[in-house]
């Protein structure tokens, strides 16, 4: 294989700051690839990503498959006789990835750089409330709690539905972008090519069974706690949209006993336990791996201050409590960064590394 | 004088039960007729040593033959100081502790040890050191580098005066180029000014120093303690100095007659020591990018086989020269591993850090002009990838070549350099004897003797200086230098009887003889290491020193009682290398292993001193075999005296003669070699060749 050197010196002191890791004490000795459990045995992982790395070799790590074959188990962090953290570095490549690939590309860096967070939320906080605004109901409502009165469902629903599909929409092109880099990797794999929807048919049952994390051996808590977010995510997501009908159908709101209410709160009680888990880890990590970036904590504290008020939310309207309009409101604006702001923040893991995955599938590469 | 000899015989370390030690007392005393024959318990305590001053006082003898431990065993305390001979004979080792007690192989062997003992001790004489009227004190340094600063600073604050030659006319040498230099201790993070100008200042104003510029030797006579210089310069100025430090150092590799990776032929490409100048005249232009290419010539069968050790350290150093003054360009470092021994890979990890110091393990396989940039093809060995790169400039990392040595014109029969060992460095063992060479009183330090930096080169300055002011003292006293320090015999020659076979001018490893016009040797004993090759080495038998020599060898030889009947006992003589042989041996001894009762051993100070006329000596008498064991010849010698076990290995061709013309089997010789570790290996050795003497039968002449 032919490559052309162009180190992007930019692009490694930027992987470096996000890892924490100092890759020129990287000696590319390899124990890396070696105690990987989920590289592949041919062109393994992810020591030739750390000489990359190295180099600041941009375009042999963004839009490379084996990045997001990584599920940082740490196992290579742990063995590194040097010290260094590969799969931080991973994890930065993919964190460069987002924004990378982010369309429109202000979306990237609105929710990668810490200082413009005050932005990040303005934006959603001014929109949601042009859009009770223009339903006319911007005021707090008297009498028992009812959310309709503050945002009708019919403007809640419309509104955020096409606001999400406007947000993937666009990030679509990204995902498209990294498709087309993705097929600029070719590996010596045996076989023919298996096609697109087939590779994706095995990714899908991976990912739903778990079974890559399963193979991480120091970090293998980590199956649990993403496998209880995983599934109290989809629960939950199920639960809205059955909401969403039952607001359509006029059925709304559930009241405590409907199985759909019960399976909501069992869901917030599994993403409390898997993101608990999850915080506990990053807050207790050992010195030195596994570093947890703005994005990493930003994702997070999304996604648990959205279980939180939306818990707080329901308690609110069950209880009467003052303050209930004010809490569905921050319920809303943490909705938005979990669910619009999806491809741009950590979440678009969901989507790049499923990608990824179908294109690793589908060059036999696994 | 009237010989008048004793035998003493310690019973001690559990000699006295396994040989019997009364009873060969008294048949030693009735066949040898010694003045005395005394055993005691232990000869080396006070009482035992108060018993030998005594006994020896009382029978007015002028020489006893010890046995009981070896040479090398408690040598200060047997050590007569009244001119009283001692011959050791090692029945400890060599008989007690490796046959078995008692039995009659054993009582046998000890027997013949004590004949062999009293035998040499009847020919041996007293040595009178070899001492010069007139030992020069003075010091030649040559060569005006780091390494010759450092020695004649050390030699001028030793008390001894020291003359620094330098062909240029400036002292500092290669080092007073450096602009920086790398750093040698914490913090490695800056690069240092270089302490040459400190080295110089020193020496410029010691006044026991007297610098000699734009200066070169045009001969140099003599031997150590009285060295003629002759110098060429300003003034010719002719010297007389004890000793000589040769510090004439390194020049930076360029093949005239190969590729090297474009140097010459694209643009651009520069090595090391060009970038160095550029800095230094700050000269040195921005470029984009900057590939330093290490090994360049380097640890290559085309061109340098060996490492220089410095190139990756100074690649690293003139990579930050570069990024310390151009924050943009990018800097590639080519390599195949980066060598930073010691605490310089601190220096390596700084440098590490620089995210625009790019490190890619590998080799470059084209070096091609590209427009005004060069283009180049690398073969990345981690990833299994050709990687394409253009930069602007190409530096390559050339190694250390030595200088000649024949700039120092020695007037020596053997020539006027120091005779070179691997890749054209003249050490004379890299582990053993570091600084020396095969010239005794000359030293080598710096480059000259091995590629090394300026901390090592000052080192070695320091460390050959002291070799040199051991050899002017050694030469006071009339002693050997290493490795027979101390030793004051000297070969003296029976000029009546030369040929002028020029065998032994030709055969000594350290030049010690010149010759006449008419071609006879001439010994300059000072020169000498007493190794004996070139007693080995004389056809006409007439080279011996006071406690060595032919017939001395010879009546040893003959001394051993061989018996007729071979089926029971027959007798293989062992000569062995008292260097690393022996002490092999030895060790086996201590380890309890068992030597077998049929050989009897003469430890020789070189497996080169071995005269063919022993070999024969011994197969007239009877032996049946000859096993000689020395140290490892080759490239990668262990020999203590360099080529002794080599030469043994040609001239068996001769001793093979020797056999043929006396109707006997070749193989009833045989030599070997083995490491001072191979206790095992030696008893193995021994082992197998008696049995090939079992298969070759009785010596013919035994029973003549």
């Not at chain 1, 569905?328 to 923040?345: A, D, G, K, R, S």
């Amino acid at each position: 294989m032919m490559t052309t050197l162009t180190p992007d010196i930019a692009f490694k002191k930027e992987i470096e700051h996000i890892s924490g890791s100092s890759l020129s004490t990287c000696m590319q000795c390899g124990v890396c690839s070696v105690v990987c459990n989920l590289s592949p045995d041919e062109q393994p992982f992810p020591r030739k990503e750390m000489v990359y790395a190295g180099w600041g070799m941009r375009e042999k790590l963004i839009g490379n498959p084996d990045v997001w074959m990584c599920h940082q188990c740490g196992d290579c962090s742990t063995s590194c006789p040097r010290g260094v953290n590969p799969a931080d570095v991973l994890a930065a490549t993919r964190e460069a990835s987002y924004r990378h690939y982010a369309t429109p590309a202000f979306m990237g860096r609105l929710l990668s750089r810490p200082a413009l967070l005050p932005l990040a939320i303005l934006l959603p906080v001014l929109i949601i409330a042009a859009i009770i605004w223009m339903a006319g109901t911007l005021s707090i409502p008297d009498g028992a709690v009812n959310y309709s009165l503050f945002f009708p469902h019919a403007w809640l629903n419309a509104s955020f539905t096409g606001l999400t599909l406007l947000s993937y929409g666009v990030a679509a092109i990204g995902i498209t972008r990294f498709w087309k880099d993705l097929n600029r990797f070719s590996y010596e794999s045996a076989g023919a090519k298996t096609g697109f929807f087939a590779s994706f048919w095995k990714v899908k049952n991976e990912i739903l069974a778990h079974s890559r994390f399963g193979r991480c051996e120091r970090n293998n808590s980590r199956k649990i706690s993403h496998f209880l977010v995983f599934y109290g995510f989809i629960l939950l997501l199920l639960v809205t949209l059955y909401a969403i009908y039952a607001a359509v159908t006029d059925k709304y709101p559930l009241s405590l006993d409907n199985p759909f209410k019960i399976l909501g709160n069992v869901s917030s009680v599994m993403l409390f336990a898997g993101l608990g888990m999850m915080i506990f880890n990053r807050l207790t990590k050992r010195e030195g791996t596994e570093r947890s970036s703005y994005a990493d904590w930003l994702f997070l504290a999304a996604m648990f201050l959205l279980t939180l008020s939306g818990v707080l939310v329901q308690a609110a309207r069950f209880l009467d409590w003052q303050s209930a309009y004010h809490l569905y409101f921050f319920h809303l604006v943490c909705v938005w960064f979990v669910i619009i702001y999806l491809p741009f923040t950590k979440f678009g893991h969901l989507v790049y590394r499923t990608v990824a995955l179908t294109y690793a599938f589908s060059v036999n590469r696994k | 004088m009237e010989k008048k000899l004793g035998i003493f015989i310690c019973k001690g370390c559990r000699i006295g039960d396994a040989i019997g030690a009364d009873s060969l007392c008294a048949k030693m005393m009735a066949e040898l007729k010694p003045a005395v024959c005394h055993t005691h318990t232990a000869l080396c305590s006070p009482a035992g040593m108060t018993f030998i001053a005594d006994e020896s006082r009382s029978a007015e003898v002028t020489g006893f033959v010890l046995a009981g431990c070896g040479r090398g065993t408690k040598d200060e305390v047997f050590r007569q100081e009244n001119g009283i001979l001692v011959e050791r004979v090692n029945i400890r080792e060599m008989v007690a502790w490796t046959m078995e007690p008692g039995a009659e192989d054993t009582v046998m062997a000890a027997e013949d040890y004590l004949r062999m003992g009293y035998a040499g001790l009847q020919q041996m004489t007293a040595v009178t050191p070899f001492i010069l009227g007139d030992v020069s004190k003075e010091i030649l340094v040559v060569g005006g580098g780091v390494a010759g600063l450092k020695a004649a600073i050390d030699g001028a604050e030793n008390g001894y005066r020291v003359h620094l030659v330098e062909q240029a006319e400036g002292l500092g040498g290669w080092a007073a180029r450096w602009q920086k230099q790398i750093p040698f201790d914490q913090p490695f993070s800056a690069l240092r000014d270089p302490v040459v100008k400190g080295l110089i200042n020193t020496v410029q104003q010691n006044d026991l120093i007297t610098i000699h510029l734009n200066s070169s030797i045009e001969r140099i006579d003599g031997q150590p303690g009285e060295f003629v210089v002759s110098l060429n310069g300003k003034h010719n100025t002719s010297l007389r100095v004890g000793s000589i430090v040769t510090a004439t150092g390194w020049k930076p590799y360029r093949p005239d007659d190969k590729s090297l990776y474009g140097l010459g032929a694209v643009d651009g490409v520069i090595t090391s020591v060009d970038l160095e100048a550029e800095v230094a005249a700050e000269t040195m232009p921005r470029k984009d990018a900057v590939l330093f290419i290490q090994c360049a010539g380097s640890r290559d069968k085309e061109h340098l086989p060996y490492c220089s050790s410095v190139c990756c350290g100074i690649s690293l150093k003139q990579a930050k020269y570069i990024r310390d003054r151009y924050p943009d360009t990018i800097v590639y470092i080519v390599y195949k591993d980066i060598r930073t021994p010691g605490f310089l890979e601190d220096f390596y990890k700084e440098i590490q850090d620089d995210p625009s110091i790019i490190f890619i393990r590998g080799a470059v396989n084209a070096v091609d002009q590209s427009g005004n940039r060069i283009g180049l093809k690398i073969s990345d060995e981690l990833l299994a990838e050709t990687l394409m790169v253009e930069v602007d400039r190409v530096v390559l990392a050339t190694g250390m070549v030595p200088n000649e040595t024949t700039t120092l014109n020695l007037g020596y029969r053997l020539g006027k350099g120091i005779p070179e060992l691997k890749y054209a460095f003249s050490d004379s063992h890299f582990i053993c004897f570091p600084y020396e060479t095969r010239r005794t009183g000359i030293y080598l330090a710096g480059g000259i003797r091995a590629p090394m930096d300026i901390p090592s080169a000052m080192e070695d300055g320091s460390g050959a200086m002291l070799k040199a002011i051991q050899m002017i003292e050694a030469s006071i006293r009339g002693d050997a230098v290493h490795p027979r320090s101390g030793d004051q015999s000297y070969p003296e020659l029976y000029l009546d009887r030369c040929t002028d076979c020029k065998r032994c001018t030709e055969e000594c490893p350290f030049g010690t003889y010149d010759e006449t016009s008419s071609g006879t040797p001439v010994v300059n004993p000072n020169r000498c290491r007493r190794c004996g090759i070139c007693l080995g080495s004389c056809p006409e038998r007439v080279i011996s020193f006071a406690d060595l020599s032919i017939n001395m060898m010879s009546a040893r030889i003959k001394a051993v009682e061989v018996p007729d009947e071979f089926e029971e006992k027959p007798r293989v003589l062992m000569f062995v290398c008292e260097n690393d042989a022996l002490p092999a041996l030895e060790m086996a001894a201590r380890e309890g292993m068992k030597i077998n009762p049929y050989v009897r051993i003469i430890p020789v100070r070189c497996l080169g001193s071995v005269n063919r006329v022993w070999v024969s000596d011994a197969l007239s008498k009877g032996y049946d075999g000859i096993l000689q064991i020395g140290c490892k010849p080759g490239d990668d010698y262990q020999c203590h005296f360099i080529h002794g076990s080599e030469l043994t290995g040609q001239r068996s061709e001769s001793y093979e003669e020797t056999l043929t013309s006396m109707m006997l089997e070749p193989e009833r010789i045989r030599t070997e070699y083995v490491e001072i570790t191979g206790a095992s290996e030696i008893i193995a050795q021994i082992d197998a060749y008696m049995e090939e003497i079992e298969l070759i039968g009785p010596n013919p002449f035994k029973d003549m």
